[in-house]
């Protein structure tokens, strides 16, 4: 069974919540009533991932990211340094990396993404282009562990109609009926039996 978010109503899965779709901190604001990472709890307009930009632009334009103007993009180990794998292979374990805005991605990472059977990687310079816009999260896949990161689009393309839904400022905008009273009062009436939460805020999503 789904539970939708109290802000911008993306349904959830009930058991994902609270098994590893958020971590324990997203899911204890999400079951409050605050808001989901999809809307950034209440701050980021989910249609356009805060771009401003209208997603369902994207079969109309040749761009490598589909007029998004940015790439998610896979991390892995490029120079297979003492305790990583193999160049091109996954991280073993998650290591404290900071990526700076507005810069390029270091050498020392290989650059990835789509996915198999289409798995592309960026030129020396699209990469120079395709700056750090956000670093995301850790990931395991079967040969070990890779950073998510959202870079820059590094292809010029024409620009893509205003986001619909947040009129192209990328900011969220209450939609609909406002569940987070809800989400509140039955946090404040079951304390911490999220067990309890849960059953009242999936009868009521």
Known sequence: ????????????????????DMTPEESRRFLKGEGCPGCNFGTKCPDCSGTGKESNWSPHSSCICGGNHYLIVRLLDAKGQMGYL???GCFPE???VKLTPKEPVPDQFAVHFDFTPNVKTLTPEQRR????MQQLEWHQCRDGWYLSAKLA???PHAEAPAC??????GKFHQR????????????????DDTDGLQSI?????
Request: proline letters at 8%.
């Open 153 to 155: 689009c590094p292809q």
């Open 164 to 169: 619909t839904v947040c009129g192209g400022d």
């Open 94 to 96: 998650r290591t404290r």
């Open 129 to 132: 282009q395709a700056v750090v």
């Open 86 to 88: 193999p160049p091109g």
């Open 1 to 20: 069974m789904d539970i939708k978010c109290a802000k911008c109503h993306e349904p959830w899965d009930a058991y994902g919540v609270r098994h590893g």
């Open 176 to 191: 609909g009926e406002d569940k987070q009273p809800l989400f509140q009062i039955a946090g404040e009436m079951l304390g």
């Open 201 to 205: 805020l999936e009868d009521h999503s």
